[in-house]
């Protein structure tokens, strides 16, 4: 026998309400600092909002914290990003967010349409006040130009006020105006778009400020400024896209190839007699068959192979590639699964495993020349060894097989994910880099930006391998970076993080820099430039967006408020019957066993009663 006890417990479950506090430098460029804290230290003070909920506080700038100070140092503002994070954390409860900030979002996705499906309260920090304004809104440039060429420039011009105004907008390189055009703004065209093209003379890296004139009683003229850099470049890489058919892939590649204006891509057909190989520097091979006979044999250069449902495997089998597949009339399915060991050269994982799987035909995969893969193949819900996407190396030769079509649709997953294609591109651009190059392999590979806002954090990374071209956890890597105009020096030491080296540098003025990259105890270092600039995004704004967070509140059935209506706001939010403390109860069952103090008690009583009977004889 087990006799259970059934206890009912009632827990009170207050409503939540989320504090969220701008602490971007915005709040700084308004001097809004001390009225930021003492919103936060009302809402703390206030017992009775405290009696009724349940009081979380957060920072939020470029990501959303747990608030325990504020700095207002942050570099960027993600206000969707907090207000989603804060409905998650909160999905299945009663819950409200105070939003304390001046509405000026520089990055993430429009606040204004959050999917939010709590009431937001915004409470408005900032100038309200419009001012007459005029900025570089976007500038749009190509990273790249070559030699003796011409890039274009597109400069978008917003201008802001009741008056018909007159400037100058202008390019400067090195103190010397390369362009400049007059610009008229009015209310009803607020809007110009000024466009030219600049000359590149000589290689190398080159640096331009664009900046439109400033108008009477404009109050902030920071954001009449932008700098941006171009990469001028002795020449260009020809790629082939080689196929026997047409396939969405082929524009894919295509298009992430060019990402990188170093490439430019051709598509052909095989049966096109007229193909020029001589022309072409690196090669992708779609899906082979017997009729690349000819071109497998006459490219001398680096390529990437692509197999799929009409790859000519037999054909392939034969021709001494080091890689053979015994494949059956059988089509599957793979999906990708990334490995971190992967060494040949740095990628990190883009959410591979996330991507569609590609589709080649079944069979096994064998290697017969040195090999590494970056991904393997899972299919069936197995996930194997075999490879997905291997690079093989013979001699001065590379190359790289992927295993599967439908690459297309990494792509365009990558874009829902992102909303950019960006993270592909690279990817599939630091692959024909690798692939493409002629020179010997470096064992130093150092990667940075060419710019920097200021305040902007910067970090810089390294992949280091060694004689064996195997990474080398064990070295020691070092920054030196020198401001090129008070030859001021520092050097920091990297620091390993996963399989490549990473370094933050803080504390840099604006201005340009040159760093070098060295290995201790080799002879081995790497060298570049970048420039960290006067631009600081969150000094763009010249007053608070009032019209999109309160756009935010309706939609939310929320409410809006200047600071110094605050008092309202809370007594509103106490009153609102809407938030409410609900009861749940919780039934527990328990065998006596566990009621030990009970069962004590019992043995206690049981054994005086029979003591009792045993001393008067009636045992």
């Known amino acids: 026998m087990n006799p259970k006890i059934t206890t009912l417990e009632t827990e009170n479950i207050k409503p939540v309400l989320s504090v969220l506090a701008d602490n971007s430098l915005s709040t700084q460029f308004f001097k809004e600092e001390k009225k930021v804290q003492e919103l936060v230290s009302k809402v703390e003070s206030n017992e009775e909002l405290q009696d009724k909920f349940d009081v979380q506080y957060f920072s939020f700038g470029n990501d959303i914290k747990v608030l325990d100070s504020l700095s207002f140092t942050e570099t960027q503002t993600d206000i969707s990003k907090a207000v989603e994070a804060v409905n998650e954390l909160n999905k299945d409860k009663n819950a409200a967010t105070i939003l304390i900030t001046d509405g000026n979002q520089t990055q993430g996705n429009d606040y204004e349409f959050s999917s939010t499906k709590h009431k937001v309260f915004p409470v408005v920090i900032g100038d309200t006040i419009k001012y007459q304004d005029i900025q570089i809104s976007q500038l749009n440039v190509n990273k790249y130009s070559y030699v003796k060429n011409k890039f274009p420039v597109e400069a978008l011009l917003y201008y802001e006020g009741k008056e018909t105004v007159n400037t100058t907008f202008s390019i400067v390189k090195n ?128 390529f990437l192979l692509v197999s799929g449902t009409k790859t000519d495997w037999n054909f392939l089998n034969s021709q001494g590639l080091g890689v053979q597949k015994r494949v059956i009339n059988q089509k599957e399915e793979y999906t990708a699964i990334y490995n971190p060991d992967f060494l040949t050269f740095y990628q990190e994982d883009i959410g591979f495993g996330q991507f569609p799987p590609l589709k080649d035909k079944f069979g096994e995969v064998q290697t017969k020349k040195e090999s590494q893969s970056l991904l393997y193949q899972k299919y069936a819900g197995v996930e194997t060894t075999q490879p997905l996407l291997s690079t093989f190396e013979e001699n001065d030769k590379k190359y790289a097989v992927l295993f599967g079509e439908g690459i297309w649709k990494w792509r365009a997953a990558s874009y829902l994910k992102e909303k950019n294609f960006e993270s592909f591109d690279t990817f599939v651009g630091n692959l024909v880099q690798y692939l493409a190059s002629t020179k010997k392999r470096r064992r130093l590979d150092v990667k ?164 009792f009977r045993k001393y008067y004889g009636k045992i």
């Open 175 to 302: 103190g010397n105006r390369v362009f400049s055009k007059r610009v008229r703004f009015s209310p009803e065209n607020p809007v110009q778009t000024v466009t030219t093209n600049l000359v590149s003379n000589t290689k190398g890296v080159h640096y331009y400020t664009a900046s439109i004139s400033s108008i009477a009683n404009e109050k902030n003229t920071k954001n009449n400024y932008k700098s941006f850099s171009v990469e001028v470049l002795d020449e260009q890489t020809k790629v082939l896209l080689l196929s026997s058919f047409l396939h969405p892939d082929l524009g894919a590649l295509k298009k992430a190839i060019e990402s990188n204006k170093q490439r430019k891509v051709d598509i052909a057909l095989i049966q096109d007699k007229n193909i020029n190989l001589d022309a072409y520097q690196f090669f992708v091979l779609y899906q082979p068959n017997s009729y690349f006979k000819s071109t497998l044999e006459k490219i001398q250069s680096n």
């Open 448 to 611: 940075a930006q060419r710019l920097y806002a200021a305040n902007e954090p910067i970090t810089i990374s390294a992949f280091y391998v060694d004689k064996n071209y195997q990474f080398d956890s064990r070295a020691s890597l070092e920054l030196t970076v020198t401001n090129l105009e008070t030859n001021a020096k520092k050097s920091i030491p990297f620091s390993l993080f996963n399989n490549s080296y990473q370094v933050a540098v803080e504390g840099l003025a604006s201005g340009e820099y040159s760093y070098t990259v060295t290995v201790k105890n080799q002879n081995i270092s790497s060298s570049g430039r970048f420039k960290i600039e006067d631009y600081q995004i969150e000094e763009q704004f010249t007053n608070a967006n009032f019209k999109k967070l309160e756009q935010l509140a309706l939609k939310t059935d929320g409410a809006i408020v200047y600071a110094d209506k605050v008092d309202d706001l809370l007594k509103k939010i106490q009153e609102d019957a809407s938030f409410y403390t609900t009861q749940k109860s919780i039934t527990k069952k328990q065998s006596l066993v566990d009621w030990k103090w009970l069962l004590l008690l019992i043995i206690v009583l049981l054994s005086i009663e029979w003591f």
